[in-house]
Each structure stands twice: as structure tokens, then as C-alpha cells.
């Protein structure tokens, strides 16, 4: 299983970018899908979740109306649109897939990760 994220770089505060994941080796249907972020010196967090069929989707509140997940079960790829972006959302954005249910931010319950992507966001 492979999932290959693209899309990160540095933008200036207020800027935007679509991040992308492309999976292959996996029934990309079969899964949900999520996003999370680690910046320098702090944790991982979540940042939104995508179901399988793309009908239902999770945000954190950190970025709730300011970022859409989405994804394309045709070629095997989710997408993170990123508006609005602020200092804060430096980090590099992790993508993962998961078989259990309603999964969201609880990342132990994601089967697979992605490399990450990094997006920087200056001032």
C-alpha cells in the first residue's frame, strides 16, 4: 500500500492550497480517509476525516471553514483544500486510510500513513 501526498509548499498568510493523496495498492472505496498535520516541536493532530463514500466528512475546529476534504474514488485520491491559511497551519500534513468506522481523529485507528507534505505559511 502505497499513498503519495503532494501539494505542500510556502504561501504567504491568507493564500491557499490543495493538497492531494494518491493511494494505490489498497481498495481505495473500502476506506475512509484522513488528514493530520505535525509542526516543528508538537504533537501530531487530526485535521479532517472523509468517509468512504464522500458523503460525510470531519473537521477539527482549528480549521472548520477554512478547509474541505474531499475525495475521488475514480482515481484513487483525496484532496484537502486549505483557504484561508494562517502561520499556524505550518506543519507537515500527513494523509492516512483507515477500515474502521468513523475513525476521525483517533490516529491509531488508521491503517496506513502517507509520507507527508509540507506546507509553510509566513506572515
Known amino acids: 500500500v502505497q499513498l503519495q501526498a503532494s501539494g505542500g509548499g510556502s504561501v504567504q498568510a491568507g493564500d491557499s492550497l490543495r493538497l492531494s493523496c494518491a493511494a494505490s495498492?489498497?481498495?481505495?472505496?473500502?476506506?475512509?480517509m484522513g488528514w493530520f498535520r505535525q509542526a516543528p516541536g508538537k504533537e501530531r493532530e487530526y485535521v479532517a476525516a472523509i468517509r468512504w463514500s464522500g458523503v460525510s466528512t470531519n473537521y477539527a475546529d482549528s480549521v472548520k471553514g477554512r478547509f474541505t476534504i474531499s475525495r475521488n474514488n475514480v482515481k484513487n485520491t483525496v484532496y484537502l483544500q486549505m483557504n484561508s491559511l494562517r502561520p499556524e497551519d505550518t506543519a507537515i500534513y500527513y494523509c492516512?486510510?483507515?477500515?474502521?468506522?468513523?475513525?476521525?481523529?483517533?490516529?491509531?485507528?488508521?491503517?496506513?500513513w502517507g509520507q507527508g507534505t509540507l506546507v509553510t505559511v509566513s506572515s
Open positions: 495498492g489498497l481498495t481505495f472505496s473500502n476506506y475512509d
Open positions: 492516512a486510510a483507515t477500515r474502521w468506522a468513523n475513525s476521525d481523529s483517533y490516529s491509531d485507528k488508521y491503517n496506513y
